[in-house]
């Protein structure tokens, strides 16, 4: 049985140093590797060496195959460790890493490539007893085939690319006269992201849960159910808080997922950690959707509940060993919950706002857990996710997770970009999400985000007075109200704190944006740098106030560029495949009479 004595990971971020820091207590010496952009970054400084990944586009770096395996070579580690994105999914990877004679710590390449394939997956599950969704195994070659499924299976229904996965490349259909859009759409999408316009074609299931299932696999015909994670709460197919277990699956429901999924993972001759992604109807019917087949972002609830490191479980598993424990020796214990800290926007559509961490103090305590790759001085680059940090809790119960959570919150002070601390406070503190309910459309809605600006301005902290700022900018004055208590008597006193120089610098950028072109000028500017796919208006025409001016595409998402005011299209400045740059004019849309 090989025992690794050196484990490189090809990755970057909080998901490198959480791999390092099990190797670490397993006694692995540890090899990072890292892009230009990431140089001097946490997850280098904390592995026994590093190497540079170049020369080439920095963003490109965590994919380049060759450098991986050969660096992985020359620093005389045994293994390799993908994290999750970048390679974690690549079969073809996982086989050029086994036939360089280097261990690779994740499923057999013949498991990633079967659920790579939705369609090939599909009909794997189908066979194997798994209930999948209803709708097509086979791809859908034509919109006949479109139209024939919704007759068969009534509408709605939903296409999707069957490369795809994790959102990209759906298209919904309603009715039998938008199938030809919704069909050449999938396609163009699957192409565009995946190379692929092989589609296919689902049941749309209404307001489902996203209920997804944890298993670990050995070598030895050992597979495990570690329970569920409750993903429901997401934007933009981005999760942003997870739980376990889920609000919405009880002992006999969970029992039924448990076996749904360790006859997922014995059909896929699955090894290492896994998920089952499914869908879960308001009628408690639940539906296979996809197999992650790599370690989870999300992982640390499954942890907190279970008491196992899943990364060790990996690493064992990958060395030829057995579980280190049985499916009745798995107790699941209390309630976890994950907030994934972007640095977004909430109040521009959860923009990605990538800069410069010029703060950054985690909490701690009781129950908590922090997964970050980040130290105040670092960048939050636009080359990559703008995840600064996971705040994880754990407690008894949901109600107490949640208010320590909210706690964890108020404690994290990050300084720099927006982040999601404010949204993660409002929606912590909805009705709804206290009630366990699905929470279906109100991370979308106006009020959140108006909710998650004001918990933002009380998690503004503490201001140093520092004198004077870095690029001469002047700074200004804060007011807050302080309630203080004098020979036993409380008085409300306004304090005036000087802002510390990084505020100015980030008080400057926003009203640059913001001149950018309010509401009220009927200019209508490119939030983000971008190549516009379509333009759907023309000099002259009507638009109505939120009607879509165009699509541009950024960071491998169309986003649509709509009139924030009813009028006329006048001053029309962009066409297809042209690049624009934030705060770029793409119209105005002058008011009528
Ligand atoms: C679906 C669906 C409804 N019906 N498939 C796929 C990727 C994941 N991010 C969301 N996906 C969905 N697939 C069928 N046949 C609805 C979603 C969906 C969703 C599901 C659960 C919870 C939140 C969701 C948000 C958007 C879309």
């Known amino acids: 049985m090989p025992t690794f004595t050196k484990v490189l990971v090809a990755n970057r971020g909080e998901i490198a140093v959480r791999i390092f820091r099990t190797l670490r207590e397993l006694g692995i010496g540890t090899v990072a590797v890292y892009s230009d952009a990431d140089r001097g970054r946490l997850h280098m400084r904390v592995a026994d060496e590093a190497y540079r990944i170049g020369p080439g586009p920095a963003d490109q770096s965590y994919l380049r195959t060759d450098i991986i395996v050969e660096t992985a070579l020359r620093a005389g580690a045994e293994a390799i460790h993908p994290g999750y994105g970048f390679l974690a999914e690549n079969a073809a990877f996982a086989r050029a890493v086994e036939e360089a004679g280097l261990t690779w710590i994740g499923p057999p390449p013949a498991a990633i490539e079967l659920m790579g394939s939705k369609t090939e997956a599909r009909a794997a599950m189908r066979a194997a ?4 969704i209803p709708g097509s195994t086979d791809p859908v070659q034509t919109v006949e085939r479109v139209v024939e499924l919704g007759e068969e299976i009534g509408y709605p229904l939903i296409i999707k690319a069957a490369a795809g996965g994790g959102g990209k490349g759906m298209e919904l259909v309603s009715e039998a006269s938008e199938a030809a859009h919704a069909f050449e759409a999938a396609q163009r999408q699957g192409l565009k992201y995946f190379a692929d316009d092989t589609v296919y074609v689902e049941k749309y299931l209404e307001n489902p849960r996203h209920v997804e299932a944890q298993i670990l696999a050995d070598a030895h015909g050992t597979v495990l159910f570690l329970g569920e994670r409750d993903c429901t709460i997401q934007r933009r197919h981005q999760k942003l808080i997870e739980e376990t277990p889920s609000p919405a699956v009880d002992a006999a429901l969970r029992a039924r997922i448990g076996e749904i999924a360790v006859n997922a993972a014995r059909a896929a001759y699955y090894r290492s950690a896994g998920t089952i992604e499914g869908l879960l109807t308001a009628e408690g019917e639940y539906f296979f959707m996809e197999m992650n087949t790599r370690i989870q972002v999300e992982h640390t609830v499954t942890e907190l509940v279970t008491g196992l490191d899943l990364v060790r479980e990996q690493i064992l598993v990958a060395q030829g060993e057995p579980l280190s424990l049985r499916q009745e020796d798995v107790t699941l214990r209390g309630h976890a919950i994950e907030c994934r800290i972007n640095a977004e926007d909430v109040g521009k559509d959860f923009l990605p706002a990538p800069g410069l961490i010029t703060a950054y103090g985690e909490p701690s305590g009781p129950g ?23 705040l994880i809790v754990h407690d008894t119960n949901r109600e107490t997770a949640r208010r320590r959570m909210l706690r964890a919150l108020a404690e994290f002070r990050i300084e720099g970009p927006p982040t999601l601390l404010g949204f993660h406070a409002a929606l912590l503190t909805e009705p709804r999400f206290i009630d366990g309910d699905a929470c279906h459309g109100l991370v979308e809605s106006k009020e959140l985000a108006q909710r998650a600006e004001e918990m933002t301005e009380t998690f503004s902290h503490w201001a140093t007075s520092v004198a004077g700022s870095p690029d001469g900018t002047s700074t200004q004055t804060r007011e807050r109200v302080v309630a203080v208590e004098v020979d036993g008597r409380a008085f409300d006193v306004r304090l ?15 009203d640059r944006s913001a001149a950018g072109g309010g509401a009220g000028s009927g200019a209508v500017v490119s939030p983000m740098q971008g190549t516009v796919l379509k333009v759907l208006v023309a000099d002259g025409d009507s638009v109505a106030a939120g009607q879509v001016i165009c699509v541009v595409e950024a ?19 962009v066409a297809p495949d042209q690049g624009v740059t934030i705060g770029q004019l793409i119209c105005v849309v002058s008011a009528v009479g």
């Open 496 to 510: 005036h704190t000087t802002e510390p120089p990084w505020a100015a610098l980030g008080r400057r950028r926003r």
């Open 368 to 390: 908590v857990r922090v997964d970050s790759g980040i130290r105040a001085g670092d960048e939050i680059s636009e080359l990559y996710d703008p995840m600064i940090a996971k």
């Open 129 to 132: 007893g798994v209930p999948i």
């Open 555 to 573: 960071m491998k998402m169309e986003n649509e560029i709509t009139a924030t005011r009813g009028g006329v299209v006048t001053e029309l400045g």
